[in-house]
């Protein structure tokens, strides 16, 4: 199993910044095994969660139209992190944040496709 845990959220002021964190955990190091790409999704009350940002394991990235030029997506060096910078926050910013990861287990047989997701961590931004 793959764990993701993250990290970093909490409460801003509208136009501040705010980091969050997450770190894959667990059965990632098996052979054949790879996290193909990272990301963060949010989900405001009474509203359909929606992606913020992807980054895959070649590091193209994907935004929210939304957030293009005020939140940041990376993956760290051993492709196991994803941090999202998000500055100039906005009110409309408020979610809870989750980190998802999309992994690839491959054996002499078959290839297995699997989706993960952290816990989730309240992003409040206030105006």
């Known amino acids: 199993q793959v764990q993701l845990t993250e990290s970093g959220g909490g409460s801003a002021r509208s136009g501040g910044s705010l980091r969050l964190t997450c770190v894959a955990s667990?059965?990632?190091?098996?052979?054949?095994?790879?996290?193909?790409?990272m990301g963060w999704y949010r989900q405001a009350p009474g509203k359909e969660r929606e992606l913020v940002a992807v980054?895959?394991?070649?590091?193209?990235?994907t935004y929210l139209d939304s957030v293009k030029g005020r939140f940041t997506i990376s993956r760290g060096s051993a492709q196991t992190t994803v941090t999202l910078q998000m500055n100039n926050l906005r009110p409309e910013d408020t979610a809870v944040y989750y980190c998802?990861?999309?992994?690839?287990?491959?054996?002499?047989?078959?290839?297995?496709?699997?989706?993960?997701w952290g816990q989730g961590t309240q992003v409040t931004v206030s105006s």
């Open positions: 998802n990861a999309e992994t690839t287990w491959s054996t002499e047989l078959d290839s297995y496709e699997h989706d993960y």
């Open positions: 667990g059965s990632i190091y098996r052979s054949g095994f790879t996290i193909d790409s």
């Open positions: 980054i895959s394991y070649g590091g193209h990235t």
